[in-house]
């Protein structure tokens, strides 16, 4: 609940309320009183989004797992999309996703919804950092960091 504040200790039937909904007339409930519910973000939608990368999660390719969806025409090095240790707050990416430019809004596992770009351009994605994202973040996968030890 948003925009009102905890009522007291000695509150019956709920404490997260308006403790007034309005006078006894007019006999209905204003817009602008604040009332149980979700503020809207299960349906909004970003829009002018650039789209960088849609990719594949990992999948098995005879009998093995194959997690190599970071590689460019650029950097052909074989690693995940994930930086060492995983994304903070996050994860693991494991199944498809979508790499966007910029800041998206909101925590990271809220949903998002995406329209159609009117302004269509090609992209050439030349390198992707998968350095650690807490810390100093100095190698790209595991097996740099092993040979430097």
């Known amino acids: 609940r948003w925009h009102t504040k905890k009522l007291p200790r000695k509150t019956h039937r709920g404490l997260r309320k308006v403790a007034c909904i309005g006078a006894w007339h007019p006999a209905r409930v204003a817009f602008s009183v604040a009332r149980a519910g979700q503020k809207g973000y299960h349906h909004r939608t970003e829009i002018n989004k650039k789209i960088y990368k849609i990719g594949v999660g990992y999948h098995t390719k005879d009998g093995k797992v194959v997690k190599n969806n970071a590689s460019t025409e650029y950097d052909l090095s074989n690693k995940s999309i994930n930086p060492l240790g995983g994304f903070v707050h996050y994860g693991e990416v494991t199944n498809d996703f979508v790499m966007l430019k910029g800041c998206v809004v909101g925590t990271k596992k809220r949903v998002l919804t995406l329209r159609n770009r009117r302004a269509l351009e090609k992209i050439e994605l030349k390198f992707i ?18 040979s430097f030890m």
Do not use: M, P
């Not at 950092?129 to 092993?146: A, C, L, N, P, Y």
């Open 129 to 146: 950092d998968t350095t650690s994202k807490f810390g100093h973040g100095r190698f790209q996968t595991i097996e740099e960091k092993k």
